[in-house]
């Protein structure tokens, strides 16, 4: 560990770096390097991970002791740059400072941010002096109490409550007949420091601390303090931050954006986040402070003329109206305009990505408070990663690396079909937030969201302004509407962040929590009636709006065509319908990788055909039952080989538990009895027979096919004559035959005897040849084990990792999802390993079989197909034991290629 804790930054110098954001965060790592480029940042210090992590195990009086000295020293650099003094007494102007968190990456869960820090009932007159603006220390000041005691002493709305300081400013607004905080006195808002400072006792039972230092340190250890915070973890788990990561605290002197009107602060992108254009946007409040953009108590205005256009266009806004009640910045302040514009062009050059900043313009200057590479929609991760190559700020590899996987997913999600669009009824606009399609039933609050969506419920969130609380609801819900708030409010950042649809700033919507409704022009609209959401217009509908599948763009072609250039393995798709075939297909699958035979025996009639075959006690009565299948199963595997010509198409064979096929209803087992001609007692006995304590363990896999060869002779006759049937159409049939849940290679030397058997004969009456392969799955600990003796027999592997998963843990998988959660919750496991492979465990037998396969067997294919094979970290152990391909459902086939090919880049 390093035994330095703080670093100071100011004045164009700094102690830390950009590369530093492991120990200094991501915040404060890229305030020193600010520093560094020549930009105007207020002085500071940043306090490292390493003390986070420090205070988490010995706790606050140890780490308080620890970094005493060095807070103070800190401070006095401070002081010194900005010739202020912390806790005047009117020797100097009293220094005033914020406290913000930190992490590595940016985290909404926890503590963001305390302004002014450092105000008191005496510090706040002597500012009001030493500035000569009253009304600005005083504004200072009820924020700072408000801040404060929001975020440290923990004073919160109760449910179904406003925030009970808002709530006082609503309540004095009403009482002098103001709408803007700007339009306070000196004299109301020292009305509001005496309610807010009420508040605060009220609520807490504690007086609000007067002494400097000891808000400093509150506020220190409160940063420190939200890392484990229930919505902190969550976020963490949510994103795979680990918890030793801790967070920074960084300590920088106030600049003011509440000086006056000729200042402000605000939020601005180097390009737009949710589609990805180079265009520089961004919002401002003139006299505000930072948290009323993020906040979205006030409406923001744009920061350009263009951005401010089209703003106005979309709130039906006249052009008059715009340029005299909402000017962008660029017309309000031009000459900082043109510096904010500098500096983003600057920083964006710098870093080689699209920056989200913070500034503020104290009395015409402007000031830098923060940049970082900023949250992005998927659509614009693809298009900002294209256009950046284009422009040469960064290379192919890059802009691979660039790609969440994960991400591209919203970009295969549906949207609203055109037609019905036309049709629906729009009940009011707000800002396009965060693009996408959703309908749902509304709900007003996060928990609710949650325990709707555990019903099977689709719900959309509706809120006043949406803040870090609601994060879990706002991850369940389908799309978030909100009535307050901008382009960058907590609402449209987290939304774009999760790739959610939001629609923020619905101005025209009253939401009430008591009543459970939001009305919006006359309308009003209950709890869990439906409405319709479109992120990309920010149009809100009542009802469900049809959707339809995406298209997909040029980017992301380009996107998926450099994954192909620079991977080495490749994709395949489970697809177990034509259908989904060719869909796989355009998605760039390189054949199938599983084709499940046992869906295929429940379509229509064919099940009484399977009953048919299980309830008879001849062979003669299996057979027949089975010919009648063998038709309808060669159909199946015509289509699909034929919709991936060409390609390798692996098909398994037939892979249920037997008593999923048996009749259990009295109705079934009645007309099974008529149709074959026996009492339906025989049929009961038969049934109960069948019955399995254990399933998932039983009757199932290539038992079935040893128990009954006659199946696997009628499959893979069912499969050899559909290939022989399409190579005399001159197609390219390459089917591959695949023998599941083998523990033993005896089980699969007995069933690939079979199958050849059986190819033979096809090939003789046919009078043509394919060519084909066998192989088997590996699915069971015993197969990984013994997989050099199965190699001698299989040609192929795929691991079928839902089984090994199972088999592994001992855990059901139809009975996890009872005790998963709290194993995560508990910290026992880190994710659901049905959905991210275990790579400790499972991983080693996946490891070990592909090794030992390839000793007997130098030629042997090796994939994967469980649920993992979609799942990034997954795709990149795959790639890491050598496996030739990896195999997923359609929609997940974009995102293991890209997965695929940056595990190539980074080896
Ligand atoms: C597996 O077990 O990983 C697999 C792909 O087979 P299934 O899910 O059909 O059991
Ligand atoms: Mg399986």
């Known amino acids: 560990m390093s035994t330095k804790y703080v670093y100071t930054f100011g004045d164009g110098k700094a102690e830390g770096k950009a590369d530093m954001k492991n120990l200094l965060g991501g915040k404060g790592a890229n305030l020193a390097e600010m520093n560094l480029i020549g930009l105007p940042v207020p002085a500071g210090f940043t306090i490292t991970t390493e003390v986070c992590t420090l205070y988490n195990q010995k706790g606050k009086d140890a780490v308080v002791k620890l970094i005493e000295n060095d807070v103070k020293a800190g401070i006095a650099h401070m002081e010194k740059i900005m010739n202020a003094k912390f806790g005047s007494k009117g020797e100097a102007f009293p220094l005033m400072v914020s406290v913000r968190s930190g992490a590595r990456v940016s985290m909404p869960g926890m503590m963001d941010t305390v302004l002014n820090l450092g105000l008191n009932d005496d510090a706040v007159k002597l500012l009001a002096e030493k500035s000569g603006n009253a009304r600005f220390a005083w504004d200072s000041y009820r924020r700072f109490i408000q801040m404060y005691g929001d975020v440290v002493m923990g004073v919160a709305a109760a449910k179904g409550e406003h925030n009970p300081f808002e709530v006082e400013i609503d309540k004095l607004k009403e009482a002098k007949h103001i709408k803007q905080d700007t339009e306070f006195t000196v004299e109301d808002l020292q009305v509001l420091v005496e309610n807010f400072k009420k508040v605060v006792k009220t609520k807490t039972g504690k007086d609000f601390p007067t002494c400097p230092w000891e808000q400093l340190w509150g506020a220190i250890c409160a940063v420190f303090d939200s890392w484990m915070t229930e919505r902190a973890v969550l976020y963490r788990q949510l994103n795979q931050i680990p918890e030793e990561w801790g967070t920074a605290v960084n300590v920088q002197s106030m600049v003011y954006g509440n000086m006056g009107n000729n200042s402000a602060t605000g939020v601005a992108f180097s390009r737009d986040a949710a589609t990805g254009e180079d265009i520089f946007n961004g919002e401002y409040l003139i006299n505000a402070q930072g948290e009323d953009v993020v906040a979205g108590i006030r409406t923001p205005q744009e920061i350009t003329i263009e951005g401010s256009r089209r703003w106005a266009k979309l709130q039906g806004i006249s052009e008059e109206e715009r340029a005299s009640k909402y000017p962008s910045l660029e017309e309000a302040m031009p000459q900082a305009y043109a510096d904010l514009n500098a500096v983003q062009e600057k920083l964006e050059d710098h870093f080689h990505d699209m920056q989200d900043m913070e500034f503020t313009i104290q009395d015409g200057k402007l000031w830098m408070l923060q940049t970082r590479n900023g949250k992005r929609t998927g659509a614009a991760m693809v298009k900002m990663a294209v256009d950046m190559l284009k422009q040469g700020m960064i290379d192919e ?67 006043q302004e949406t803040s870090p609380e609601d994060l879990r609801g706002m991850n369940v819900s389908e799309g978030i509407l909100t009535a307050r708030g901008g382009m960058t409010s907590h609402a449209a950042v987290v939304a774009r962040g999760m790739g959610k ?28 009636d439906w409405i319709s959401l479109n992120g990309s217009t920010g149009e809100v509908y009542l009802g469900k709006v049809e959707t339809e599948d995406a298209t997909l763009d040029e980017d992301f072609t380009a996107i998926m065509n450099l ?112 149709k074959l001609g026996i009492p339906v007692e025989r049929i009961k006995e038969k049934v109960d027979a069948l019955h399995e ?14 128990t009954y060869p006659e199946i696997t002779e009628m499959q893979a006759r069912a499969i050899i004559e559909a290939a022989c049937n399409l190579k005399l159409r001159g197609l390219d049939p390459r089917p591959e035959i695949m023998v599941p849940l083998v523990g033993t290679v005896k089980e699969l030397k007995q069933q690939a005897e079979i199958i050849n058997r059986v190819a033979a004969m096809v090939f003789e009456e046919k009078g043509v040849k394919v060519d084909y392969k ?42 996890a999802g009872k005790f998963l959660p709290e194993y995560i919750r508990k910290g026992i496991l880190k994710t659901d390993p049905f959905a991210v492979l275990d790579q400790e465990g499972v ?30 970290s997954s795709v990149i152990f795959c790639d890491s034991v050598g496996m030739n391909y990896v195999s997923c459902s359609p929609f997940r086939v974009p995102i293991a290629r890209v997965a695929a090919a940056q595990a190539a880049i980074e080896e």
């Open 397 to 463: 590899k890059t802009a691979l690396l660039r790609q969440e996987p994960a991400k591209l997913d919203e970009l295969l999600h549906p949207v609203f079909n055109k037609e019905a669009l036309k049709k629906a009824h729009v009940i009011t606009k707000g800002l396009p937030a965060s693009p996408g399609a959703a309908c749902g039933r509304v709900v007003f609050f996060a928990d609710e969201a949650e325990e709707w969506k555990n019903r099977g419920e689709k719900v959309v969130l509706v809120r």
């Open 501 to 528: 649809c939001c629609v923020s700033g619905a101005g025209d919507i009253v939401v009430d929590y008591a009543k459970r409704n939001f009305s919006v022009n006359g309308t009003i609209i209950k709890e869990g």
């Open 563 to 674: 994954a192909e250039k620079y991977t080495r393995m490749y994709v395949r798709t489970n697809a177990d319908t034509p259908k989904d075939a060719r869909k796989a297909r355009d998605f760039g699958a390189k054949g199938v990788g599983l084709c499940r035979t046992e869906h295929m025996f429940f379509e229509g009639h064919r099940i009484d055909a399977m009953r048919e075959m299980i309830l008879s006690d001849t062979v003669e009565g299996r057979r027949d039952a089975l010919n009648k299948i063998l038709p309808m199963q060669r159909g199946d595997f015509e289509g699909i080989l034929e919709a991936m010509n060409g390609l390798g198409v692996t098909i398994r064979l037939l892979d249920p538990p037997l008593h999923e096929f048996t009749p259990n209803e009295p109705a079934s087992q009645q007309y099974m009895a008529q």
């Open 693 to 706: 304590f254990n399933p998932m363990l039983g009757h199932r896999g290539c038992r079935l096919g040893v």
């Open 774 to 815: 066998v192989g088997t799955m590996i699915e069971i600990p015993r197969a990984a084990i013994t997989a050099d003796q199965i190699a001698e027999v299989a040609e192929f592997f795929s691991f079928g990792t839902n089984d090994l998963t199972q088999m592994t843990f001992g855990y059901s998988r139809d009975d």
């Open 843 to 872: 991983g080693r037998l996946v490891e070990m079989g592909v090794k030992l396969g390839r000793k007997t067997n130098a030629d042997l294919k090796v994939g994967i197909c469980g649920e993992h094979g979609g799942e990034p």
